[in-house]
């Protein structure tokens, strides 16, 4: 199990290489988005919400509103770049790793950390409805500090 919530500032070099994943991904390789791709696959796989890279790319001097991060999760995700994790109804975050695997949220650090895809089992699901298949389950555990 990684703890996935540090950020490393990509190499320069690394630009070219992002321009062509977005669009290999169809994506216009805009300048908002390669900042945004710099700032969230420049470094190991992590977890991020909306504001915390809204803050991120504020320290880097990439000048972009909210909602235009939020459009670019989104965009990123609906892509397959990242996987989004629905905490609640009003917060996701959005992992680099696409990878299959399940999370423990930490609720007093909202924070996420990964919890290898064999570590869970179900012995059953229950069957899909008529018409349908099981595309994805995601396993969210909610973990929070023990008293003392």
Do not use: W
């Amino acid at each position: 199990m990684t703890d996935r919530i540090t950020a490393a500032r990509p190499h320069p070099s690394r630009k070219p290489c992002l321009t062509a994943v977005l669009r290999m991904a169809g994506l216009r390789p805009t300048r908002q988005r390669v900042a945004l791709a710099e700032l969230l696959f420049g470094g190991p796989h992590r977890h991020v919400s909306a504001e915390q890279l809204h803050g991120e790319a504020g320290s880097a001097n990439v000048n972009v509103s909210l909602a235009t991060i939020y459009n670019t999760l989104h965009q990123f995700h609906e892509a397959g770049l990242l996987r989004e994790v629905a905490i609640d109804a009003s917060r996701s975050y959005f992992d680099t790793d696409t990878s299959d695997h399940h999370h423990f949220y930490v609720e007093d650090e909202q924070r996420m950390i990964d919890i290898p895809a064999d570590a869970v089992t179900f012995k059953s699901l229950p069957r899909a409805p008529e018409g349908m298949e099981v595309a994805h389950v995601d396993v969210v555990i909610r973990v929070r500090k023990a008293p003392i």
